[in-house]
C-alpha cells in the first residue's frame, strides 16, 4: 500500500503581497520565504513558513519559491509540490534543525531504521531545485564522537533521527542544478521511482568522516541524466540501486552521468548492493576519481540483475582506508554474491518478504575502455559461480601499482556476502575469479617503487571459462620470481 508524504504544517491564508490580481486575473509567480513569516536568524526554525510559501505557490498554479541572499533559515522537515521552482539565490543557506525530535517521517516507509526525511515530496512533476544558494544537512549535529578516520552512530530504539537531505517519490520532470549541497547526516540526493531526471552543475560535499552520506542515489529510477557534478562524500559518490522498500517502480534504467569528478571513503561510483530489479542500459563517461576507497565498484548481492553498461575514459585514483569503510582500494570492482543473513541491523528488509535467505542475479555485458587506475590494490572481479558474472570486458585499461599508505594489504573485500567478507589474496593488476567470458585487451601494467611481498602478478585468473588476453603489456611485480600471467 502506497503512504504519502504527510503534510508537516498547516496552511494560511495567502499574504496580500502575493493574492492574485482581481482586475487582470493574473496570478503573481514568485513567492518570498520572508514574506511566509521566514526569520533567517539560523536559529529560528522556519519550516513552517517554508511551506506556507511552497503551499501558496502550489495553489497558485505553480511558479518560483524565493530563498532570499544574505541569511541562513534553519529549517526541520518540510515537502516541495508540483510545478515549483524551489529557487536558494546566492548567499542563502537552508539548513537542517538539529532538533532531531522533529524528524519522524520515515526515509524507507516501514522500515524506520535506516534514517528520515527533511526535504521529501512523492508523486509530483515538474519539480526544480536551482540556485546558487546551498542546502546543509548539518550532518555532524546527528553524529556521536568523533574518530580517527569517521564519526560514531548515536545509538537509536526503533527510529534512526539521521535525515535524508533530499527524498523524493515517483517525481516526472525532476531538475536539480546549480546548488551547493553540502553535511548530509545519511543520504544527501534520494531519488525513488522518478522519471526523467536532470542534474547538472551542482557541487555536493558531505564531510568524509560520516558513515551512509552517500552523494546522490538513483532507486528504481529511469531517463536520468547527471553531468558536471563534483562530489565529496563518506560513503557513495553516485550509486544506482532497487531498494526491497520501493518495489514497485520497477527497474533503473537509462542512466547516463559524464564530467563528474568524485572522491569517496567507500566507492566513487556503485551500483548495487541493494538490488531486487534490474539495472541495466548505464554509461558512465568522461569521469574522474580521487583519492577514494574503491573507484567504480559493482557489488550485486541480491535477486536483481545488472547488465549492458559501459564505463569510459576515466581516470582513478584509490587506496586503503580502514575496515569501517567497505573496499579494499580495488580501482575496478565486479562481484555478485548472495547477501548474508542476519549480519545487519535491517537484515529482515534485505531478502524477499518471509525469507531469511536470498539468491544472487547475473551480471553481464560490462564494458571498462580508456581507463587509467593508480592503486595500493588491483581490479577485481569475482561470482559466486562461474555464471554469475560474464561478459566482462576491459580494453585499453591501464594499472599502476605502488604502496602508499601503511594499512595492510593484500585483502580482497566481499562484503556482505554470505561466503567470506576479507578474502586474502595476492595483489594482482587484474585479479579474476570464478565468472566467465573476460576479456583483457590493449591494456597494460605497471608497478612503482614500493612493492610488499603479496605484490605478485600482471595478471591472475581462476576458475575463468573462457578467458581471452590480447596486447596485455607489462611485468609481474618481481619478474626474477613470478610470471606476468598466472593462469
Not at 511566509?36 to 511558479?63: E, H, M, N, P, Y
Not at 531545485?129 to 560514531?152: I, K, R
Not at 576507497?293 to 541480491?302: A, E, K, Y
Request: proline fraction near 4%; charged fraction near 25%.
Amino acid at each position: 500500500m502506497e503512504t504519502s508524504l504527510p503534510d508537516r504544517t498547516a496552511t494560511t491564508a495567502t499574504p496580500p503581497s502575493q493574492q492574485q490580481d482581481k482586475s487582470t486575473g493574473t496570478q503573481p509567480r514568485s513567492f518570498n520565504i520572508k514574506d511566509f513569516g521566514a526569520v533567517g536568524d539560523g536559529k529560528t526554525d522556519d519550516a513552517r513558513a517554508i511551506q506556507l510559501a511552497i503551499d501558496a505557490c502550489s495553489a497558485a498554479g505553480g511558479g518560483q519559491v524565493r530563498v532570499p541572499a544574505g541569511s541562513t533559515f534553519l529549517s526541520g522537515p518540510f515537502n516541495l509540490k508540483s510545478r515549483i521552482e524551489f529557487y536558494v539565490e546566492t548567499g542563502a543557506t537552508v539548513m537542517a534543525s538539529p532538533d532531531e525530535k522533529v524528524y519522524t517521517q520515515s526515509a524507507f516507509r516501514d522500515n524506520q531504521g535506516e534514517g528520515t526525511i527533511w526535504i521529501g515530496g512523492e508523486k509530483l512533476n515538474h519539480v526544480t531545485l536551482c540556485g546558487g544558494g546551498t542546502l546543509d544537512g548539518n550532518g555532524v549535529s546527528f553524529m556521536g564522537a568523533e574518530l580517527d578516520d569517521s564519526y560514531e552512530l548515536k545509538p537509536f530504539h526503533i527510529v534512526d533521527p539521521r535525515p535524508h537531505l533530499l527524498t523524493l517519490v515517483d517525481v516526472k520532470q525532476l531538475r536539480i542544478r546549480d546548488l551547493n549541497i553540502r553535511n548530509s547526516s545519511y543520504w544527501t540526493v534520494h531519488l525513488v521511482g522518478c522519471d526523467d531526471v536532470a542534474i547538472s552543475d551542482i557541487t555536493l560535499l558531505n564531510s568524509l568522516k560520516v558513515r551512509n552520506s552517500d552523494g546522490i542515489d538513483l532507486d528504481h529510477s529511469k531517463n536520468v541524466r547527471i553531468s558536471n557534478c563534483y562530489i565529496e562524500s563518506g560513503d557513495d559518490c553516485i550509486c544506482l540501486k532497487n531498494r526491497r522498500e520501493y518495489e514497485e517502480y520497477g527497474a533503473c534504467e537509462n542512466i547516463t552521468v559524464t564530467g563528474c569528478t568524485m572522491t569517496s571513503r567507500s566507492c566513487a561510483i556503485k551500483i548495487g548492493s541493494e538490488n531486487m530489479d534490474r539495472i541495466s542500459h548505464v554509461v558512465f563517461n568522461n569521469c574522474i576519481i580521487r583519492a577514494s576507497n574503491r573507484g567504480v565498484g559493482i557489488q550485486n548481492r541480491d535477486e536483481g540483475t545488472v547488465s549492458d553498461v559501459i564505463f569510459s575514459n576515466m581516470l582513478i585514483e584509490s587506496h586503503l582506508f580502514s575496515d569501517v569503510w567497505w573496499g579494499k582500494a580495488e580501482p575496478i570492482y565486479v562481484t555478485a554474491y548472495r547477501r548474508a543473513t542476519g549480519n545487519h541491523k535491517d537484515a529482515g528488509w534485505r531478502f524477499p518478504k518471509g525469507q531469511i535467505e536470498g539468491r544472487v542475479g547475473e551480471v553481464r555485458n560490462i564494458f571498462f575502455s580508456n581507463i587509467k587506475c593508480q592503486s595500493e590494490n588491483g581490479i577485481y572481479v569475482s561470482g559466486e559461480t562461474p555464471d554469475k558474472v560474464a561478459n566482462i570486458v576491459f580494453d585499453q585499461v591501464d594499472v599502476q601499482l605502488n604502496k602508499t599508505t601503511p594499512l595492510p594489504g593484500g585483502i580482497y573485500d566481499r562484503r556482505p556476502s554470505q561466503a567470506e567478507g576479507f578474502v586474502k589474496g595476492r595483489t594482482s593488476a587484474f585479479y579474476l575469479d570464478n565468472a566467465t567470458g573476460i576479456t583483457v585487451r590493449n591494456s597494460s601494467v605497471q608497478w612503482g617503487p614500493h612493492r610488499p611481498d603479496y605484490f605478485a602478478h600482471a595478471l591472475e585468473s581462476h576458475d575463468v571459462k573462457g578467458l581471452s588476453i590480447q596486447n596485455l603489456t607489462g611485468e609481474s611485480a618481481f619478474p626474477r620470481k613470478l610470471v606476468a600471467i598466472m593462469k
